[in-house]
């Protein structure tokens, strides 16, 4: 009886791998969408491959910032700083090769490499995840460092998402960028301010120029709420210049800022300290749904996420 191999064809040989990488954009998708309503509310709202590249961006910023704010009881500083050095000697690698056995560097390295992502951002989020483990209080110019790594960087990641089909990719990357940055700042400082009291009390951080933790003045909790919502302005009139399947996304991710921001400046400082300002979840669903009607998306809806 003769036997008929059949040869592997490019789809047999190719398939293990193809399910590698959707394990992985699975496994980003999760860890967004278990840790931040808010992100997770908003990049629903993305076109579905713009979505994954967010996610397997954010996927990475998420495991890099546990490293550093939740380590476990018995780990030690050292040990976290090695664990922070290897994750991110694992994601150069995975720039350089385009595969890596930790699914959420795999999914972020796949991403970086076709959407032009590359070490000059990568480097800086490193820096002010490591400046966590050396820095507790801050200096104007030590905070501005820490605002581009931890934040400003991830804004200008997106964006490269944002512009991985775009013809003029680099033109409209210099046009977007200032805005990105603006916006991301905006995100972080209004987390500073969420977070004063547990930064300061549980992490021993000390993040805003000129607002003491234990005593916070109103005027310089009123101070940095006029600079966030600056960042927020100058975000805002960079939102129609983005891609269709993007803007109703940002658009949400903007506003719901906004109304944090808003939530904080009626909030007494002492108070915030105590009890984190949140945006209900209904409240979060209103925002998307307005934010839909404002872009020209009106069939865009948006499911309330748990507040």
Known sequence: ?????????????????????????????????SYSSSFGLASRLLAKPVRRDVHNIYALVRVADEIVDAPRPDQTETQRRQALDALETEVIAALRTGSSSNLVVHAFARTARRTGIDAALVAPFFASMRADL?????????????????AEVVGLMCVHAFLSDHPHRKARYDQLAPGARRLGAAFQKVNFLRDLGEDAGQLGRRYLVGLDPDHPTEQAWQHWLDDIDADLAAAARTIPLLPNGTRVAVCTAHDIFADLS??????????????????????????????????????????????
């Open 134 to 150: 050396d820095c507790a209080v801050h200096d104007e110019q030590s905070l501005a460092d820490y605002i581009y790594g931890s």
């Open 1 to 33: 009886m003769t036997v008929s191999v059949r040869p592997p064809t490019q789809s047999d040989d190719t398939r293990p791998y193809h399910h590698y990488d959707d394990v992985a954009d699975e496994t980003a998708a999760l860890v967004i969408s």
């Open 262 to 307: 808003r939530r904080l400046r009626a909030t007494p400082p002492a108070q915030a300290c105590r009890t984190r300002v949140r945006v209900p979840g209904r409240e979060k669903a209103r925002i998307a749904a307005a934010a839909a009607l404002r872009r020209g998306n009106p069939r865009v809806t948006a499911q309330a996420p748990a507040s």
